[in-house]
């Protein structure tokens, strides 16, 4: 069974930062590439970023770019997501998604970041 | 404003055939697969659909179809436990992102 289970979220001041991590199970991590995904309150889904399985292809939505990063370890299968200069606007679900051939495969159950002070 | 338009809501009684649709452009859904999701009281979300794949474990009364920058997921003989919120998604390559629509409301009178 395909686990992704994600950590790190929790309350941080504006501007602070947090970083995310997802331990996947189940499957091979090496074997797919990975994005991060949000929601904040009472809002629809917002695709955040992607990394490919070897890291080499990484993309970010406008959003964020410039202040998160995405990053794997295959070795330990984990994908993570370092947040800086954190916003209001950044308070949502963050949820840790598999890639198949391009299209949301499996979710993990997400993790809440609120920015707040 | 999402870049994907779906219905606010839709609704339909038991057994019910319902159709919900998700219309993008040539630069997503008429070049690319969608993904469809399915989201129940605001818990983690869960793919019914990619492609046309049937994720394991997904019943076979969920399908989908795509017609040039239309996609459309349908849910034959509709079950009190499909009342969700629904989500397509796809690729972007003018944008370089992944999108989403807006999300249906699926309720089950």
């Known amino acids: 069974e395909v686990l992704l289970v994600e950590s790190g979220g929790g309350l941080v001041q504006p501007g602070g930062s947090l970083r995310l991590s997802c331990a996947a199970s189940g499957f091979t991590l090496s074997s797919y590439s990975m994005n991060w995904v949000r929601q904040a309150p009472g809002k629809g889904l917002e695709w955040v970023s992607y990394i490919s399985s070897s890291s080499g292809s990484i993309y970010y939505a406008d959003s964020v770019k410039g202040r998160f990063t995405i990053s794997r370890d295959n070795a330990k299968n984990s994908l993570y997501l370092r947040m800086n200069s954190l916003r209001a606007e950044d308070t949502a679900v963050y949820y840790c998604?598999?890639?198949?051939?391009?299209?949301?495969?499996?979710w993990g159950q997400g993790t809440l970041v609120t920015v707040s002070s | 404003q999402s870049a994907l338009t779906q219905e606010a809501s839709v609704s339909g009684t038991v057994g019910q055939k319902v159709t919900l649709s998700c219309i993008g452009n040539?630069?997503?859904?008429?070049?690319?697969?969608v993904a469809w999701c399915q989201q129940i009281s605001h818990g983690a979300p869960k793919t019914v659909m990619f492609g046309n794949s049937l994720p394991s474990g997904i019943p076979d009364r969920f399908s989908a179809s795509k017609s040039g920058t239309t996609a459309s997921l349908t849910v034959s003989g509709l079950q009190p436990e499909d009342e969700a919120d629904y989500y397509c998604?796809?690729?972007?390559?003018?944008?370089?992102?992944?999108?989403f629509g807006g999300g249906t409301k699926l309720t089950v009178l």
């Open positions: 998604s796809t690729w972007d390559h003018s944008l370089n992102a992944w999108v």
């Open positions: 040539s630069n997503n859904i008429g070049s690319f697969p």
């Open positions: 998604v598999r890639d198949h051939q391009m299209l949301f495969d499996s």
